[in-house]
Structure formats: C-alpha cells, structure tokens
C-alpha cells in the first residue's frame, strides 16, 4: 500500500465521502452496521478501494 500523509488521507476520505453523501454507489460490499457516510469512506480507503490519487510535486 502507498504510504499517505494524515492530510493526503484526510482529503482522501473526506472527498469521498462527500461524493457517497451525494448519492454516489459504494465501490466495496459495506457491511450493515457501517451506515454514516465518513465511515463507509474510510471502509473503502481500508480495503484501497477509493479511485482517487495523489499527484505530488517535484522536489528540488
């Protein structure tokens, strides 16, 4: 797994879970006890199954 900064992962799943609040389907089976659109964006960065990336720039 790609090593992410807290704020790449921050940013990560909370543009996810702004897009599940807005309808978008889940990417993985939620298990039924995970209902809160927050949680289900971190269930999914668990199982990398979050189509976002990261582009960082060049150093130097």
């Given at each position: 797994?790609?090593k ?6 921050a ?9 599940i609040?807005m ?9 039924k ?8 964006a971190?269930?999914e960065?668990?199982?990398e199954?979050i189509p976002?990336t ?6 130097g």
């Open positions: 797994m790609f992410y900064t807290r704020f790449e992962k940013r990560i799943i909370g543009a996810r879970a702004l897009q609040s309808g978008a389907p889940s990417l993985v089976k939620i298990p006890e995970i209902i809160a659109p927050i949680d289900i971190m269930y960065f668990e199982q199954a976002i990261v582009k960082r720039a060049q150093q």
